[in-house]
C-alpha cells in the first residue's frame, strides 16, 4: 500500500524551528528562486541574510524547500501502474518479476535521491563553510577596524591629555609671571620707602654729627680741666703715700719678727721630735731585751719539764 503524499508545496514542520522564522525562510527562498528564474536554486547563505535568520535554521528549512521543489517537478505515481494489472492476470511470476523489477527502481530511486540528499548537503556543507569563512574574514576585518578606532582614540585622549597638560603648566607659568610681577612691584615700592629712610636717616645723622662735635668739644675742655685738677692733687697724693709707705714698714718688720719666733719654735719641735724618737728606741730595745729573755727562760723550763705557769709562780715564791 502507498502512503498518500503531502500536497504540492506543502512542507512538514519541524519543532525545533518557530514558525516565523520557517516563514521567513520559505519566502526568501521563493523569491530568490523567483529572481533566477527557477534556473538555480538559492544558496543558504544567501537565503540566511535575505531572511535574517541563523544559519542552522536557514539550512534546515532550506533542505526542506529543496526537498519540496522536487516533489513538485517528479511528483510520485498514485495509482496501480497498468504493467501490474496485466501481470496480475497472467501469473503470479510475472507479478513477481514485476514486483520485483518496481522495487528495484523503488531502490534506485531511492538511491538517486540519496545521491541528491548527500549532494545537496555537501552543497549546504559547503555554503555553510564558505558563509563561516566569509563571516571570519568580515569579523577580522570588523576588528581590525575596532582595533585601528582604538589606536586613534586612544592617540586622540593621549593628544588630548597632553595639549591640557600643556595648558595647565602655561597657565602655572602664567600665574608665577604674574605673582613674580607683583612681587617685583612690591619689592620696588619697598626699596623707595627704603631709600625715603635712608635720606631721613642720612639727615639725622648729620644732625647727631653736628650734635656730638660739640658735645666733644665739652668733653676736651671738661678733661683739661681734669688735668690741671690732677696735676693740684698729685702733691697732697705724695705725701699720702709716704705715709702708707712707712707703714708698710713697719707692719713689714713685724711680720719678720714673728716668721724668727715661728722658725724657732719649729726648731724646737723639731728637737723635742728627734729626742722622742730616741726615747722610742731605746724602749724597742728594751722590749726585744725582754722578748728574748723570755724566750730563753721558755727553753729552760722546756728542757727542765716544768710548766710556764708553775715555773713563774714558783719563781715568785723564791
Known amino acids: 500500500m502507498i502512503a498518500p503524499s503531502s500536497p504540492a508545496g506543502a ?3 519541524s519543532t525545533a524551528i518557530p514558525a516565523d522564522v520557517r516563514d521567513r525562510v520559505l519566502q526568501a527562498a521563493q523569491e530568490l528562486y523567483e529572481q533566477n528564474g527557477r534556473e ?5 547563505d544567501a537565503v540566511r541574510r535575505q531572511a535574517r535568520v541563523d544559519m542552522n535554521a536557514a539550512s534546515v528549512v532550506m533542505r526542506e524547500w529543496r526537498r519540496a521543489q522536487r516533489a513538485q517537478s517528479a511528483p510520485l505515481a498514485v495509482t496501480v501502474p497498468e504493467a501490474v494489472t496485466q501481470a496480475h492476470s497472467t501469473a503470479l511470476v510475472v507479478l513477481w518479476q514485476t514486483a520485483q523489477q518496481l522495487a528495484n ?8 535521491a ?17 558563509a563561516y569563512e566569509r563571516q571570519a574574514r568580515e569579523r577580522e576585518q570588523a576588528q581590525a577596524l575596532l582595533e585601528t578606532a582604538e589606536r586613534t582614540h586612544q592617540e586622540a585622549a593621549q593628544t588630548l591629555a597632553e595639549v591640557r597638560a600643556a595648558l595647565a603648566e602655561a597657565l602655572t607659568r602664567a600665574e608665577r609671571a604674574e605673582a613674580r610681577a607683583l612681587e617685583i612691584e612690591h619689592r620696588t615700592e619697598d626699596l623707595r620707602a627704603e631709600l625715603d629712610r635712608a635720606h631721613q636717616d642720612h639727615a639725622r645723622a648729620r644732625t647727631e654729627t653736628a650734635s656730638l662735635a660739640g658735645e666733644l668739644r665739652q668733653s676736651q675742655e671738661a678733661v683739661a680741666a681734669l688735668r690741671a685738677q690732677r696735676d693740684m692733687t698729685e702733691a697732697g697724693k705724695t705725701q699720702e703715700a709716704e705715709r702708707l709707705a712707712q707703714a708698710a714698714r ?6 719678720l719678727g714673728e716668721l724668727v719666733a715661728a722658725r724657732a719654735a719649729t726648731a724646737k719641735a723639731q728637737e723635742d721630735t728627734a729626742e722622742a724618737r730616741e726615747r722610742a728606741a731605746g724602749l724597742a730595745g728594751k722590749l726585744e731585751s725582754e722578748q728574748a729573755h723570755g724566750a730563753a727562760l721558755a727553753a729552760l723550763l722546756a728542757r727542765l719539764k716544768i710548766p710556764a705557769g708553775r715555773a713563774s709562780g714558783d719563781g715568785e715564791h723564791s
Open 105 to 112: 527502481e523503488s531502490l534506485r530511486a531511492a538511491q538517486a
Open 114 to 130: 540519496w545521491e541528491t540528499e548527500r549532494s545537496e548537503a555537501e552543497r549546504d556543507r559547503q555554503e555553510i563553510a564558505d
Open 11 to 13: 512542507l512538514p514542520m
Open 40 to 44: 538555480a536554486m538559492p544558496t543558504v
Open 250 to 255: 713697719l707692719e713689714r718688720d713685724q711680720l
